[in-house]
């Protein structure tokens, strides 16, 4: 669709000092309305046209920009791509479904095997060592986060909140 033949020199030329006046005028305004950073930000990006015509850059990103409008049109107008994309939707939706049941499952058989991970409430609760307990099992070989717990738990108390 892009391929009109070659763009002169002339073309890009004035392509870029077309970019570099919009940017230009853009600069300004940000200089004055939103002071230095601002300005300084915009004039980096108003010299950009310019830096990607003098390295040949410029006509680079013009093709990318038409390979993808290639593909964005292809992509619109064709049946075996939504083909695609509704098959890529359809094993989405069946690895959402499986996930569901098989929480379901767990949360089933869970409840078969008598235990529940909702009764660890006050009652659970009673069946833990105390504090000083389970700190002290960073030493036997418990786990490092015992500690970080009881240091939670000791700031707690000391502020009055249990």
């Not at 300004?28 to 003098?54: E, Q």
């Not at 949360?107 to 409430?121: F, L, Y």
Request: net charge neutral; no cysteine; aromatic share 8%.
């Amino acid at each position: 669709m892009w391929d009109s033949g070659p763009v002169e020199g002339t073309t890009w030329a004035a392509l870029t000092a077309a970019l570099t006046v919009a940017g230009a005028i853009w600069t300004w305004i940000a200089f004055r309305r939103r002071g230095a950073a601002n300005g300084l930000r915009a004039l980096g990006f108003t010299l950009l046209p310019a830096a990607a015509w003098l390295t040949g850059t410029l006509e680079m990103v013009v093709e990318i920009a038409g390979s993808v409008t290639d593909w964005a049109t292809s992509l619109v107008f064709n049946v075996l791509t939504w083909s695609g994309v509704g098959l890529a939707g359809l094993a989405l939706l069946l690895f959402v479904v499986s996930g569901f049941i098989r929480d379901r499952q767990l949360a089933r058989g869970q409840a078969a095997g008598g235990k529940v991970a909702s009764d660890a409430g006050p009652a659970g609760r009673r069946d833990l060592p105390p504090s000083s307990e389970r700190t002290s099992g960073r030493g036997r070989g418990g786990s490092p986060i015992d500690d970080e717990m009881a240091d939670i738990e000791a700031l707690l108390k000391k502020r009055g909140i249990e």
